[in-house]
């Protein structure tokens, strides 16, 4: 048995079924491994992008960790940008990346380069296998790592770690440490800072705490005892609708930021980081609470953040039967018809939401209207871009549907942000995804427009304007579907949209309208 | 004046006319100095590898940098793949990567990641620029350490050094130093060496050493001499065709590589590594050379490999007047005609091919015919992938195109290789580039296959031929190029592709022929 043979046997035994993949010439005996594997699913990404933002949304709705299977530092380089988003998201993933055998590192053969120095920064954790008897114990050691607390790997398999035999490895399931009990000692402290500013504290939540269970829990919290309820800027994934609460998404734009933070005097983190601005701009602030305000921690990324909410509920002696209060009917509004914009998208992809669907929110710009709208919708799993890399949503859409087959899945995309990654739309044709996704063709890059009135450029040029827009010529998306073997047609009156809407979501199987704006 | 302004201010003082760009929020006030100077011409890439791959296109053709304008890290990451095809192929290119500003980075925002660490690998030389007062010393060095000698730099530009106002900047011309003058130890041990092995020597070239000129000289000295002359198995840029010296290139199979080797006692570099197997497999070697073979260096990268050549073929007593030896015209062959073949299309496009053209080879497997043909073509500049890293092709030819635009650009491109940098095709539209693509659509990774070979695994199972073939769905070239803007058609016989051939060839503008095979 050889080393790819273990890797492969470890992650089975330790169920990671999935191996999102763009192989290379050095990971031919994994491939070989692979291809003795029939339990495991392998899953091809034209561009590694695909693979690793694949393997984001898999991880996203599992709580699971997927294998990427990437070439050399070149393939893992291309993968960087998901992992990024990977990371802010706190996903699990195991990356392999494959190397040249050890021996051959000294000749400085042309795809040599340094794996570790571009892996660091988009990994929570790092290993180089050390030849075929390390293969097991460092597989193993990324499996918990991806894990304890959850967040990306990256093991570097060198080709002759891969190719060796193995002398006696014993694969087993690995023990993963339990979550540590509540800290009662923090749920005091924010029990009484909360009692301390009555209608000025507020729980801002991320990771598990976003999850409908964790935020009934918060919910009651805040009716309980007049706390605001917030969830960060960009969301990894929460699950919203009718029935769950909603927490206050902290806007995006600093000034509407810092107003929405402005009244609060005390800010508790569960599994959340302190709130800070995107981007700098000159002379606005950086950390978005007002000067004074105290920021404390409830709980962190990997502890039990249902535990904590509910112990500091109990703290705050609030009942577990307290209801929690929110909208459970759409806002009354006439259904928009004739030209098709972003807001009628918004709509009508929120009224026709089909329960227990999964969203890919990459729509930057054109789509900030439905997080709003979705309170109200069906309930359903909302997924965005979490690290501000472009180029998530396709992938991520492509992961989501393969953890969730018997799920809808809908991925709102920027025609900008879509482009980055636009390979993926092929392996939702290949593994026939039950993915929708809706293109906002509004031709430009929306968001940088606005960020040039920001740094107070009014009139713009040629040279400028040739930077943000992507006319001359025009995307043709429909096309582009075709040319990857996803149906797809085309959207500019609120009438068309509803209509291939309907049809998009009475089939199965990959779809794509581009909305023309 | 800020940051940005002083930025530009100084490419352009040192003729860097040319800004191919995905810029991001945090590169706005740059996007408005850009906006200012309506003498850069700013090229759009809807993904960063179009954009570094351009910028090592454009390198190739004119031996000069052009900027590159990257978003953060991630933005960076995209780019990174070529990046290393540019750093393996010794081009000069200036990357400037927008970062957070400065005393943004310790709120980690989303976007915060370690660029230093990413860009490393990848780069000459990397440096953060401290702060506007340093934006033109920064850049100033930027471009000195991007010619000098040429390679990739990248620089870190902090969104507060960007718009921070500059005391006073004096930009200006910087002055680069000359290459050393010849070492004439080294010609005269070298010239030694050759002589005490008659018909038993070698001289590799790389870099200049493999333009027309400089391939005159050493075709001289092979001639005078009886010494044997070779290229690496990947050539950043070789002019090429009849009435040019046509190396021997050493072939990519190790087996094929040492037998083109095995009765070489002396191997002389001429800019060039010594040659190593661009993969290592069990029980073959890494170095290409026989045991005992010496390997002798004449001049390296950044050295005047011309004057070296010349002062080489002086002292062993070579006459300038010494005539070379090639062939003038093509093998003498039949029209191929009915389905069409790898090998027909390389013998088509040889014959074809406009006098001036420029080839971009990105077709892998599927061109090898091409290389050897090309000796009897019109004179053209032949370049490849130098790094290994798939996705080069399409970037590069747009970025020679934009070098050089009254050429026409040829690119080679391997469907599977093709798909990493789709984008770029969009490029090519909106800047009207005058490039023919030809799509080798044989929907798999044929390299691979035969790697899966070499590593002795015969008959593959599902698990790995759905991760080697490009089928279920077939890609539709001709719909991706159109969704893009480009005009585009399909051949599948002989007789279609020189038709089409001949009608691309006859206009002006993008062009792409999806080559079924």
């Known amino acids: 048995?050889?080393?790819?043979?273990?890797?492969?046997?470890?992650?089975?035994?330790?169920?990671?079924?999935?191996?999102?993949?763009?192989?290379?010439?050095?990971?031919?005996?994994?491939?070989?491994?692979?291809?003795?594997?029939?339990?495991?699913?392998?899953?091809?990404?034209?561009?590694?992008?695909?693979?690793?933002?694949?393997?984001?949304?898999?991880?996203?709705?599992?709580?699971?960790?997927?294998?990427?299977?990437?070439?050399?530092?070149?393939?893992?380089?291309?993968?960087?940008?998901?992992?990024?988003?990977?990371?802010?998201?706190?996903?699990?993933?195991?990356?392999?990346?494959?190397?040249?055998?050890?021996?051959?590192?000294?000749?400085?053969?042309?795809?040599?380069?340094?794996?570790?120095s571009l892996a660091t920064p988009m990994s929570n954790w790092v290993r180089r296998i050390a030849g075929p008897d390390d293969v097991a114990p460092a597989t193993e050691a990324a499996y918990r790592a991806s894990l304890t607390p959850p967040g990306v790997t990256t093991l570097i398999l060198p080709a002759d770690a891969a190719w060796g035999e193995v002398g006696a490895a014993s694969v087993g399931k690995v023990k993963l440490a339990s979550p540590p009990a509540v800290n009662m000692d923090a749920v005091r402290t924010v029990a009484a800072a909360i009692r301390a500013a009555p209608g000025r504290a507020g729980i801002i939540v991320r990771g598990r705490a976003a999850r409908a269970d964790a935020l009934a829990i918060a919910g009651q919290i805040s009716t309980g005892s007049d706390v605001r309820l917030f969830s960060e800027v960009l969301t990894a994934r929460m699950q919203r609708g009718r029935g769950r609460v909603a927490p206050i998404r902290i806007p995006y734009p600093v000034d509407a930021a810092t107003a929405v933070l402005r009244d609060i005097d005390v800010l508790v983190l569960v599994g959340a980081k302190e709130p800070v601005a995107f981007f700098a701009y000159p002379g606005k602030p950086g950390r978005l609470v007002r000067e004074g305000c105290q920021v404390l921690t409830l709980a962190t990324h990997g502890e039990n953040l249902n535990a904590a909410l509910e112990a500091l509920r109990d703290e705050l002696g609030v009942k577990p039967s307290q209801q929690t209060v929110f909208a459970t009917a759409f806002p009354d509004e006439a259904t928009p018809s004739g030209k098709l914009t972003e807001d009628a998208i918004a709509l009508s992809v929120a009224r026709k939401l089909p329960a227990d669907a999964i969203i890919c929110d990459e729509a930057v710009t054109s789509a900030r209207r439905f997080f709003a709208l979705s309170a109200f919708a069906a309930p359903h799993d909302y997924m965005m871009g979490t690290g501000g890399s472009i180029g998530g949503g396709i992938p991520m859409a492509t992961g989501a549907a393969i953890a969730c087959p018997d799920r809808k899945v809908i991925n709102l995309e920027a025609d900008g942000s879509g482009m980055y990654t636009v390979q993926g739309l092929w392996t939702q044709a290949r593994e026939k995804l039950d993915v929708v996704t809706i293109v906002f063709s509004n031709r430009t890059y929306a968001i940088l427009h606005g960020e040039m009135r920001n740094v107070g450029v009014g009139a713009i040029g040629e040279n400028a304007r040739r930077m943000l827009d992507l006319d001359h010529p025009s995307l043709d998306w429909v096309c582009l579907a075709k040319g990857m073997g996803v149906e797809a047609a085309r959207a500019d009156t609120c009438e068309r949209f509803d209509a291939l809407l309907d049809s998009a979501l009475s089939r199965r199987g990959p779809f794509l309208i581009e909305a023309v704006l």
Do not use: W
């Open 1 to 116: 048995m050889n080393g790819a043979d273990v890797l492969c046997d470890v992650l089975l035994a330790n169920d990671v079924p999935v191996c999102f993949a763009n192989p290379g010439t050095s990971e031919m005996h994994f491939v070989a491994a692979l291809d003795r594997k029939p339990q495991m699913r392998c899953v091809l990404g034209l561009f590694e992008g695909v693979v690793t933002g694949a393997a984001d949304g898999y991880a996203r709705m599992t709580d699971r960790p997927a294998a990427t299977l990437l070439h050399t530092g070149p393939g893992l380089a291309n993968g960087l940008a998901n992992m990024h988003n990977a990371r802010r998201a706190l996903s699990p993933m195991i990356n392999i990346v494959g190397d040249h055998a050890s021996y051959h590192l000294s000749l400085d053969a042309p795809l040599t380069s340094d794996i570790e």
